[in-house]
């Protein structure tokens, strides 16, 4: 590749905050086959097919990546559950929850898991928080409890268990947003029984 191109490559990603996207890399003039070249030595990541990220650019966390990949996708359970410090659980894979019927491609890279939420639940308690310079769609503190409690066998219950003890001993703890929450998702009932034994 000649040094010319490369520097129209740099400039690119530089321009694009180290995301490519092969329709707008075309559009600025410049051949796919660099991107195979740029992924052969490293220079770039491939995240799914029509996205690539510059290596410096990548996240340790992996919830931009995900992100890039599923637009509509929001970091939960595990994941969220270890942002907040709620959990020594590290999952495998980022957690995400997805619209019901959303067929969007999932990235390729990093691992992710996703969970297939309804309308009421995908939308409840969405807030973006800045994680590794990038913001970053993500469920409350409060919401990820309610999800934690209906997700428990998936999660495990020793998972949940810590979660809440954490969360109940945590500072800006908001008890009474968590019972609006299970309320509105209708499981009021183990909700309140997980918060007792754990209070």
């Known amino acids: 590749m000649k040094s010319q191109t490369r520097q129209r490559i740099e400039e690119y990603l530089k ?45 340790v966390s992996g919830f931009f990546e995900v992100q890039l990949a599923l637009p509509n ?44 939420f309804g309308h009421k639940r995908h939308e409840l308690g969405v807030v973006t928080v800045e994680v590794e310079e990038r913001d970053i769609r993500i469920y409350d503190r409060e ?27 945590g500072a800006n703890t908001n008890v009474d947003r968590v019972m609006e929450y299970s309320r509105i998702l209708r499981e009021e009932g183990p909700v309140r029984t997980h918060l007792r034994i754990s209070a």
């Open 15 to 59: 321009a694009h905050a180290g995301v490519i996207r092969t329709i707008d890399f075309q559009r600025a003039g410049l051949h796919n086959s660099y991107l195979t070249t740029l992924a052969d030595e490293g220079r770039i990541v491939r995240i799914k097919p029509g996205f690539y990220i510059a290596s410096e650019a990548q996240t």
């Open 73 to 116: 996708a929001v970091v939960c359970l595990a994941s969220a559950l270890a942002y907040y410090d709620l959990s020594t659980y590290e999952p495998p894979a980022v957690q995400v929850a997805i619209l019901r019927g959303d067929r969007t491609k999932p990235p390729t890279f990093p691992p992710t898991r996703q969970f297939s």
């Open 143 to 169: 919401k990820v409890i309610c999800d934690a409690i209906r997700f428990r066998r998936t999660l495990g219950q020793d998972v949940v268990n810590e979660a809440i003890r954490n969360y109940l001993r």
